[in-house]
């Protein structure tokens, strides 16, 4: 079989079998998608041997990027001596090593991890864990769970409960019972206004208020949002945040599944925040996306007074904590710490922000650029001077035709995202070095050029 007659055969196979995720079945029926077959530091190649500088750290998770020796050895060795074994009733060497070496990591006695398989489980294995908490602690009717606008928390009905974008939400519903949504701290973009900051804050509390305090579990925020564009507070922000959640008796929960194992600069992004929250969930970097896992993090006293009040925290799953995947985290970590890899993205993250910074103000669509360490959203407008938005078919054609034709030719992978505005997301392997940030970033300006064309014909068109 000759390789171009294999790859048509992959294709054809792939429409008659392969069902894809959230991918539009217009564009999968049009075989609008490359195949990606191999992969080699920051890059990765497709079935034609076309070759793509990966600014999306595949989906957030490549953090060490790709084709690793040790990541690879560390799951093969584990495969070889111990391939599986549960984490009920019995435990094994690399999920035990993996919890303690994430507790050497995190802030505070953050000490104790569950370990699931996704980030939808991690925060699924949250919202129980809080509930079966004030359940166990005799206050049964604190079960609400709040999260804020615009927020992607995954995809089990619990986490899609616990989501705030109604589009994704709409075709399953109801969804289940308990779940509000709050105001994210968009409005604070810019902000170093400590009493504007309060200000925020304040009416957050209202919004608080007004769902009864006394009725809710959890709060669930990411130390920086990433649906709605790289949504980033000023200082003050989380630990105002801590202080409401202390004042009502509500747990604080961060949702680390895109910020955790480095993304900016730190082993967990609440570190920058110097918050500690009750809770961190974790999925993606963890093991830079070689295998999946995910966890929930939960401070000491948290997990005691659970155990002292119930017999078991009453969930679990076959694969939870699994030999391999705990053994690449274990290495992954190892290599974060060994490597300097926090260093290189707090030195390199004022390179990127500086040469994104030179890219919004070089292009007509280049709106808004926010973000922190290697996470960033670049929004995009049609006429950014003139502060005026995409109409939604311009933003739809902007997003679905524009751009993925002029990222394809760049080869440059970033994340066309259309929840909360038109936006690139961003968001480069930690091991990106500065040539490689040059490169993304050259590549970033030739897509800016074409989306700057298109207004301009918009211009065009209006004027005809
Ligand atoms: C903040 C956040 N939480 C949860 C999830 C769900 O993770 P997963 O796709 O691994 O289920 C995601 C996925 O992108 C996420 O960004």
């Not at 579990?217 to 922000?237: D, F, H, K, M």
């Not at 993250?349 to 808004?368: D, F, G, P, V």
């Not at 502060?387 to 311009?394: G, L, N």
């Not at 080869?411 to 091991?431: F, K, Q, Y």
């Amino acid at each position: 079989m000759t390789n171009q007659t294999y790859v048509d055969d992959l294709r054809t196979s792939a429409s008659k079998h392969l069902i894809p995720h959230f991918t539009k079945s217009k564009d999968w029926a049009a075989n609008r998608w490359p195949i990606i077959v191999e992969g080699d530091g920051c890059f990765v190649f497709d079935d034609q041997g076309r070759k793509y500088l990966d600014g999306l750290s595949g989906l957030f998770c490549v953090n060490l990027g790709y084709g690793r020796d040790d990541l690879v050895a560390a799951a093969a060795n584990q495969m070889k001596k111990l391939s599986f074994a549960p984490n009920w009733k019995e435990a094994h060497p690399s999920a035990i090593e993996a919890s303690a070496s994430i507790a050497a990591v995190t802030p505070g006695d953050l000490n104790r991890t569950f370990f699931v398989n996704s980030g939808s489980e991690a925060v699924e294995a949250a919202i129980k864990f809080a509930r079966q908490y004030f359940w166990a602690n005799g206050e049964p009717w604190r079960r609400r769970i709040i999260t804020r606008h615009l927020a992607y928390h995954g995809t089990t009905m619990g986490a899609l409960s616990a989501t705030a974008l109604p589009r994704i939400k709409r075709p399953f519903e109801p969804m289940l019972d308990g779940f509000s949504h709050i105001s994210n701290s968009m409005a604070l973009t810019g902000v170093d206004d400590p009493v504007l900051v309060e200000e925020h804050l304040r009416l957050l509390e209202e919004e608080i208020i007004v769902l009864d305090p006394s009725s809710i579990a959890l709060l669930i925020a990411e130390p920086i949002q990433n649906s709605g564009g790289a949504i980033t507070p000023p200082a003050g922000y989380w630990s105002g945040l801590r202080r409401l959640c202390d004042k009502y008796g509500i747990l604080l929960l961060a949702d680390e599944v895109i910020t955790g194992f480095g993304r900016l600069g730190s082993f967990f992004g609440v570190e920058s925040m110097g918050v500690i929250p009750d809770m961190v969930t974790f999925a993606k970097g963890a093991t830079s996306g070689y295998v999946p896992l995910g966890g929930l993090i939960v401070r000491d006293a948290l997990a005691s007074k659970l155990f002292e009040a119930a017999p078991s925290f009453t969930h679990g799953s076959t694969f939870g904590a699994h030999p391999v995947a705990t053994a690449v985290l274990n290495a992954n970590v190892a290599a974060i710490s060994n490597e300097g890899i926090l260093d290189n993205v707090k030195d390199l993250q004022n390179l990127l922000s500086k040469e994104l910074t030179r890219l919004r103000e070089n292009h007509i669509c280049a709106y808004q650029l926010r973000g922190s360490g290697f996470l960033w959203a670049l929004e995009l407008a049609a006429d950014s001077e003139n502060m005026r938005p995409f109409t939604p078919s311009q933003s739809e054609e902007v997003l679905g035709e524009v751009v993925p034709a002029a990222l394809d030719e760049a080869g440059l992978i970033v994340r066309p995202d259309d929840r909360g505005g038109t936006m690139l997301v961003i968001s480069p392997p930690l091991v990106a070095n500065e040539e490689i940030i040059g490169q993304l970033c050259e590549r970033l300006d030739t897509v800016l050029s074409k989306v700057d064309r298109f207004c301009e014909s918009l211009s065009k068109r209006k004027e005809g």
